[in-house]
């Protein structure tokens, strides 16, 4: 019989009430992994309630700032111990490679002990006066309950980097992970549960996004909503809680450029192109899908990047040499296959790739890597982020001209340049309307870098002592003495 996993709630695991549940599929062998609760509007309130209770319970404040640490320091251990299996797990539900999930993990008990060290250094500060009879002074404090709301792609970092501050800021926390990836958040709280976090600090409510994602959005007593996903659900949260006036940090889609100049190492940048672009089969957010190349190098990168797009490694991401695995779920291909006809119909060239892999023994849902040539600003696939592993490259000449096509989208998410010249790389990140640039290399990240989209993107940050601010209100005390 098919594995179920519950609800994670008030440190329980809960059935869900209406008793229904929902399927995830593994994308490489298309075999069904685990039925997860199909989560409703009862399921969130009684999660809500939960988070509510806890964050009022006396226990929870008794904590402390320096213990909420420690607590956040057990849970980043217990995740290192714990970081095979929850990569196993991650790369069977999302079919990205085990080696980068394994990476992730390795990574991810990082991002709890850079809270873990903040918690305790959240501060207000006492505010000159011009009466001396007044003392005005601010204390940070924590908002409530927190919902948030994460996609499939990497989906136990993306939690962590909204969960872990928030709980280091005192607040405590209702997840809604991606109906594709429910199982490493459920894990995840779990091990919360066993690094000392009370009953009802972390919880977990599966489903759809339609049903349990909308109803933590509007649920009365979430005090604000983290949600990284498509920029279309984003701006749909956006509205609701404008609405109601409570906070909302958003991490959305993105079209990012990767720039190669004329004076580029290009061996290096056309590894910095295929990883940007290639890297979990272009389902980034940060993917370097639209790769401006100068007209003097454009023929070599090209050839360069083709040859080595050629020679991916496709398969079973599970393996070791596997160099890309497959597309996350059914509609995710069906997006790609139908983008890559639409720029052939817009006039595009099919460089490389442009179909589904022959020749493998998994039937799950690859596609090769692609490269598009002869396409130009106008076109549907190099202005909407098709999330697959799909680049679109174009020659410039001039860096105004570069510039100004780089930064003509609606999205601003992130931005790669390549260059030996150290002033064309400050004054082209400088001009760049991207909230991550990247001279030189690509993609790295770090939980101390604070990260931001522009534009369509996001609002407010992730990442960084910044997005724990994020998670608390700020008052401003006056007393009269
Ligand atoms: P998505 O918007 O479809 O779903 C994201 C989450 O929102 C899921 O948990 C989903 O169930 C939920 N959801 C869907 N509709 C909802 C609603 N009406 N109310 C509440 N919740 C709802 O996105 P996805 O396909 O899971 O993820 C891919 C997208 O995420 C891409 O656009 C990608 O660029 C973006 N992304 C952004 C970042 C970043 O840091 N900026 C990182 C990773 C992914």
């Known amino acids: 019989m098919t594995e179920r996993l519950n609800h ?7 059935a869900p009430s209406e008793g229904t549940y929902f399927t995830s599929t593994n994308p ?3 075999v069904v992994l685990y039925e997860a609760a199909r989560g409703n509007a009862e399921d969130v309130d009684r999660a809500v309630s939960s988070a509510r209770h806890t964050f009022e319970s006396a226990a929870w404040k008794r904590i402390g700032a320096t213990a909420r ?10 995740v290192g111990e714990n970081a095979e299996q929850l990569a196993m797990c991650e790369s069977l539900d999302n079919g990205k490679l085990l080696r980068e999930m394994r990476g992730q993990m390795r990574m991810l008990p990082e991002y709890f002990y850079y809270y873990a060290g903040l918690a305790d250094k959240i501060q207000g500060s006492q505010i000159p006066s011009t009466n001396p009879d007044i003392l005005n002074y601010t204390q940070r404090e924590a908002l409530g309950v927190v919902g948030a709301i994460t996609p499939w792609n990497s989906p136990l970092t993306l939690t962590t980097s909204k969960i872990a501050p928030a709980l280091a800021a005192g607040n405590t926390v209702v997840i809604k992970p991606s109906e594709y990836t429910s199982r490493t958040v459920l894990l995840l709280a779990e091990l919360a549960d066993k690094a000392g976090f009370p009953p009802g600090a972390i919880n977990v409510v599966t489903g759809l996004g339609a049903e349990a994602g909308a109803a933590l959005v509007s649920h009365p007593k979430i005090a604000k909503i983290s949600f990284t996903g498509s920029t279309g659900t984003g701006s749909h949260i956006a509205a609701q809680t404008a609405a109601r006036f409570i906070g909302c940090t958003l991490e959305l889609g993105g079209k990012s450029p990767n720039i190669v100049f004329g004076d580029a190492n290009v061996a290096n940048a056309a590894m910095g192109v295929v990883a940007g672009i290639y890297a979990a089969a272009g389902q980034t957010c940060i993917a ?3 790769v401006f190349a100068h007209k003097s190098v454009y023929e070599e990168l090209l050839e360069r990047v083709t040859e080595r797009a050629r020679s991916i490694r496709i398969g079973d991401p599970l393996l070791d040499e596997t160099e890309l695995g497959p597309l ?6 069906e997006k790609v296959e139908s983008y890559v006809k639409i720029g052939a119909a817009e006039g595009a060239t099919v460089h490389s790739g442009g179909g589904r892999p022959t020749g493998l023994e998994l039937p799950g849902y690859f596609y090769e890597p692609t490269v598009l040539t002869d396409v130009d600003n106008n076109m549907r696939v190099v202005r909407e982020e098709i999330f697959g592993p799909v680049a679109a490259i174009m020659p410039f000449e001039r860096e105004d001209e570069l510039l ?3 930064n003509d989208t609606e999205y601003g998410l992130a931005a790669g340049v390549w260059t030996q010249n150290l002033a064309t790389a400050h004054r082209v990140a400088r001009k760049l309307d991207a909230g991550t640039v990247w001279v030189n290399t690509y993609r790295a990240m770090s939980p101390m870098s604070p990260r931001q989209g522009f534009k369509n993107s996001g609002v407010g940050i992730e990442h960084g002592i910044e997005s724990m601010y994020e998670y608390t209100r700020l008052k401003s005390i006056w007393i009269n003495t």
């Open 404 to 406: 100004a096509l780089a």
């Open 28 to 30: 490489s062998t298309l």
């Open 288 to 290: 370097g899908s639209r």
């Open 69 to 78: 640490g420690h607590l956040l320091r057990r849970l980043g251990d217990l």
């Open 8 to 14: 994670f709630i008030g440190g329980e695991h809960v």
């Open 328 to 333: 996350a779920f059914k509609d995710q291909l």
